[in-house]
C-alpha cells in the first residue's frame, strides 16, 4: 500500500500537480516504516514549491541528516527566503555551494537574498560568478544590472539590461 502512494507522488509531481503529489507523499509517510532521502527531498521541494515554507524546512534538515545534497540546501535557503529570513537563506545557499560550486542557481538565489538585505556588493558577487557559470542565461545579465541599479551605477545597469535583453532574443527564438 505505501508503494501505491509513493508511485502516486511521483506521477503526481511528474504531472506538476504539486498538490496531489503532497498527499500521497504525506500518506506514504505515514505507512512506510523506512522512509527514503528522495522522499523527504521531494516532499520538501514541494512544499517550498506551494509556500509552505516551515513544513519545507523541516523535511530538508530531516532529508540533509540522510545525505547533505547542494539542491536541498539551496530549496531550504528558497524556503527561508519566502519567510523574509535572509540572513539564514545565505547560510543554506552557500552549504549548497561548498557542496557544489558550478550551480547558478544557487549563486542566483544567494544573490537575491544579499539584494533583500541591501547588500549590493555581495548580491554583485554571486551575480556575477552566475553569470561567469553561464553567461547565456539573460537572468544572470539582468540580475547583475538590477543590482548594479540599485547600487546607482547606471551605466554597467544599462550595459548588463542590454545584454539581458540580447540573450533573452536569442533564447526565445
Given at each position: 500500500?505505501?508503494?501505491?502512494?509513493?508511485?502516486?507522488?511521483?506521477?503526481?509531481?511528474?504531472?506538476?500537480?504539486?498538490?496531489d503529489a503532497i498527499k500521497n507523499y504525506e500518506k506514504t509517510l505515514l505507512f512506510i516504516k523506512k522512509p527514503t532521502y528522495d522522499i523527504y527531498r521531494n516532499l520538501?521541494?514541494?512544499?517550498?514549491?506551494?509556500?509552505?515554507?516551515?513544513?519545507?524546512?523541516?523535511?530538508?534538515?530531516?532529508?540533509?541528516?540522510?545525505?547533505?545534497?547542494?539542491?536541498?540546501?539551496?530549496?531550504?535557503?528558497?524556503?527561508?527566503v519566502g519567510l523574509g529570513h535572509y540572513a539564514e537563506a545565505i547560510v543554506a545557499f552557500q552549504k549548497?555551494?561548498?557542496?557544489?560550486?558550478?550551480?547558478?542557481m544557487v549563486y542566483q538565489n544567494m544573490g537575491s537574498a544579499y539584494g533583500s538585505l541591501k547588500q549590493y556588493p555581495q548580491a554583485l558577487e554571486c551575480f556575477m560568478k552566475a553569470y561567469n557559470l553561464d553567461s547565456t542565461d539573460a537572468n544572470n545579465a539582468y540580475y547583475i544590472a538590477m543590482t548594479y541599479q540599485n547600487m546607482g551605477n547606471v551605466i554597467n545597469a544599462k550595459y548588463y539590461l542590454d545584454k539581458a535583453n540580447k540573450l533573452a532574443t536569442i533564447q526565445h527564438k
Amino acid at each position: 500500500m505505501d508503494k501505491d502512494y509513493l508511485e502516486l507522488a511521483l506521477a503526481y509531481q511528474y504531472k506538476g500537480d504539486s498538490i496531489d503529489a503532497i498527499k500521497n507523499y504525506e500518506k506514504t509517510l505515514l505507512f512506510i516504516k523506512k522512509p527514503t532521502y528522495d522522499i523527504y527531498r521531494n516532499l520538501a521541494k514541494l512544499y517550498q514549491k506551494t509556500e509552505q515554507y516551515e513544513k519545507a524546512i523541516a523535511l530538508a534538515d530531516t532529508a540533509i541528516k540522510y545525505i547533505a545534497d547542494s539542491n536541498v540546501y539551496n530549496n531550504k535557503g528558497a524556503a527561508l527566503v519566502g519567510l523574509g529570513h535572509y540572513a539564514e537563506a545565505i547560510v543554506a545557499f552557500q552549504k549548497a555551494l561548498d557542496i557544489n560550486s558550478k550551480d547558478t542557481m544557487v549563486y542566483q538565489n544567494m544573490g537575491s537574498a544579499y539584494g533583500s538585505l541591501k547588500q549590493y556588493p555581495q548580491a554583485l558577487e554571486c551575480f556575477m560568478k552566475a553569470y561567469n557559470l553561464d553567461s547565456t542565461d539573460a537572468n544572470n545579465a539582468y540580475y547583475i544590472a538590477m543590482t548594479y541599479q540599485n547600487m546607482g551605477n547606471v551605466i554597467n545597469a544599462k550595459y548588463y539590461l542590454d545584454k539581458a535583453n540580447k540573450l533573452a532574443t536569442i533564447q526565445h527564438k
